[in-house]
């Protein structure tokens, strides 16, 4: 009987995303190296960093217990989670275990998920503070233990069947079955990469309690913007490109009404100030749509100004035709001024989007193509290999 062949490279790569952490990669990697003592597992950081993290990678890696390795990104996109997409696209092991740099993730937990990821039917490890003797006590005060607590619960009740195993869809510190995730289905936008793995496949998932603890050196990377850019990759992974077309209406309806009270309180008469106010958000929301609804197709077809030529004038368009419809359906229809209202908005929404996305950010043909053979290309054979700097 011939044996079956002996398992090349690491089985498990620990992924950390790191931004500005020098202080804390000397410990973490003696920390890793003791808990990974007989798993064959490496060591990936995949670095955004501006403080010469990457260099103390280098410094500390040839003492370290275990292979470790640095890929630095000069352009860093998606955040965190992009950097994780980079490290599972950068580990050739079966199993890829992600946390943070900042040690409030405790490297002894390691092998305990990586054994329970290893269990039949179980495509995804989650190390929860919300289980068992879990705790998120590391939070730097009661306020951010609220917000964590208030937005877990929000993120669950979005996503009610995909994440009814998972107690903890926000935490950074979990493993999974690398043949499980489609990382070309993933697109990061934040820092909450589990939700986005979670939400974009049917994962099998087994939780392990964790207690947060406190960081080891430096300072928390929290903030408002981090919070706002969590809301916007829920509101994409619940409800894709048109619920942020709509976010963005709904704010540009708002700037109208604050544009028309400024202007008529200054002295001008209602119907140019309704006029300044209209073309105004228009402009505004076309350069907010260019941004979070369609940054993925500007390049897939025409240039900047055509979108922005078919965008206006389409929008006038629809402004001129939509107020002689609501006036027959007020005068002439009888219906109420405020449910005509909504009738024409709701139509002039669903018209607008379409218009959008299949006219105006319209890829070219030969882009389309080029796209479906690069698909082709990459199911013909595997992908080449990411560059990164081993050391």
């Given at each position: 009987?011939?044996?079956a062949?002996?398992?090349?490279g690491?089985q498990?790569?620990?992924?950390?995303?790191?931004?500005?952490?020098?202080?804390?990669?000397a410990?973490?990697?003696r920390?890793?190296?003791?808990?990974t003592?007989?798993?064959?597992?490496?060591?990936?950081?995949?670095?955004?960093?501006?403080?010469?993290t990457?260099d103390?990678?280098?410094?500390?890696?040839?003492?370290?217990e275990?292979p470790?390795?640095v890929?630095?990104?000069?352009?860093?996109?998606?955040g965190?989670?992009?950097a994780?997409?980079?490290?599972?696209?950068?580990?050739?092991?079966?199993?890829?275990?992600?946390?943070?740099g900042?040690?409030?993730?405790?490297?002894?937990?390691?092998?305990?998920?990586?054994?329970?990821?290893r269990?039949?039917?179980?495509d995804?490890?989650?190390?929860?503070?919300?289980?068992?003797?879990?705790?998120?006590?590391?939070?730097?005060?009661?306020a951010r233990?609220?917000?964590?607590?208030?937005s877990?619960?929000?993120?669950?009740?979005?996503f009610?069947?995909?994440?009814?195993?998972?107690?903890?869809p926000?935490t950074?510190?979990?493993?999974?079955?690398r043949a499980a995730?489609?990382?070309?289905?993933?697109?990061?936008r934040?820092?909450k990469?589990?939700?986005?793995i979670?939400?974009?496949?049917?994962?099998?998932?087994?939780?392990?309690?964790?207690?947060?603890g406190?960081?080891?050196?430096?300072e928390?990377?929290?903030?408002?913007?981090q919070?706002?850019?969590f809301?916007?990759?829920?509101?994409?992974?619940?409800?894709?490109?048109?619920s942020?077309?709509?976010?963005?209406?709904?704010?540009?309806?708002?700037?109208n009404?604050?544009?028309?009270?400024l202007?008529?309180?200054?002295?001008?008469t209602?119907?140019?100030?309704?006029?300044?106010?209209?073309?105004?958000?228009?402009v505004g929301?076309?350069?907010?749509?260019?941004?979070?609804?369609?940054?993925?197709?500007?390049?897939?077809?025409?240039g900047?100004?055509?979108?922005?030529?078919?965008?206006?004038?389409?929008?006038?368009?629809e402004?001129?035709?939509?107020?002689?419809?609501?006036?027959?359906l007020?005068?002439?229809?009888?219906?109420?001024?405020?449910?005509?209202?909504?009738?024409?908005?709701?139509?002039?929404?669903?018209?607008?989007?379409?218009?959008?996305?299949r006219?105006?950010?319209r890829p070219r043909a030969?882009?389309?193509?080029?796209r479906?053979?690069?698909?082709e290309a990459?199911?013909?054979?595997?992908?080449?290999?990411?560059?990164?700097?081993?050391?």
């Amino acid at each position: 009987m011939t044996a079956a062949p002996e398992p090349t490279g690491p089985q498990v790569t620990v992924v950390v995303p790191t931004f500005n952490e020098a202080p804390n990669v000397a410990e973490l990697v003696r920390r890793v190296g003791v808990a990974t003592r007989g798993l064959d597992a490496e060591l990936l950081f995949v670095d955004d960093s501006r403080d010469g993290t990457a260099d103390e990678v280098r410094r500390v890696a040839p003492g370290a217990e275990l292979p470790v390795r640095v890929v630095h990104r000069d352009v860093p996109t998606g955040g965190l989670g992009g950097a994780v997409l980079e490290g599972l696209r950068a580990s050739h092991a079966p199993y890829v275990l992600v946390m943070d740099g900042d040690l409030q993730h405790p490297p002894e937990l390691i092998p305990t998920m990586v054994a329970r990821a290893r269990e039949p039917e179980v495509d995804v490890v989650v190390a929860s503070r919300y289980v068992g003797e879990g705790s998120s006590a590391g939070l730097a005060n009661a306020a951010r233990q609220a917000v964590s607590s208030t937005s877990t619960a929000v993120t669950r009740a979005m996503f009610p069947v995909r994440l009814r195993d998972c107690s903890d869809p926000m935490t950074g510190f979990f493993v999974v079955r690398r043949a499980a995730v489609d990382v070309d289905a993933l697109r990061p936008r934040g820092f909450k990469i589990l939700l986005e793995i979670l939400a974009r496949h049917p994962m099998r998932v087994v939780e392990v309690p964790f207690v947060f603890g406190a960081r080891y050196a430096g300072e928390s990377k929290a903030n408002l913007a981090q919070g706002l850019h969590f809301l916007w990759q829920l509101a994409g992974l619940r409800f894709g490109r048109m619920s942020r077309f709509a976010i963005i209406g709904g704010l540009g309806a708002l700037a109208n009404i604050a544009i028309v009270a400024l202007l008529t309180s200054l002295g001008m008469t209602w119907l140019p100030a309704a006029i300044v106010a209209a073309e105004a958000t228009i402009v505004g929301n076309f350069l907010l749509q260019e941004r979070f609804v369609f940054r993925d197709l500007r390049d897939e077809g025409k240039g900047a100004w055509a979108r922005f030529g078919q965008s206006f004038t389409f929008n006038n368009v629809e402004t001129v035709v939509r107020m002689p419809v609501m006036a027959v359906l007020v005068e002439t229809m009888h219906v109420a001024a405020v449910l005509a209202t909504a009738i024409t908005l709701v139509v002039a929404f669903v018209v607008r989007f379409t218009f959008h996305s299949r006219i105006v950010y319209r890829p070219r043909a030969s882009s389309r193509r080029a796209r479906m053979v690069e698909r082709e290309a990459e199911q013909a054979g595997p992908p080449p290999a990411p560059s990164s700097e081993h050391v």
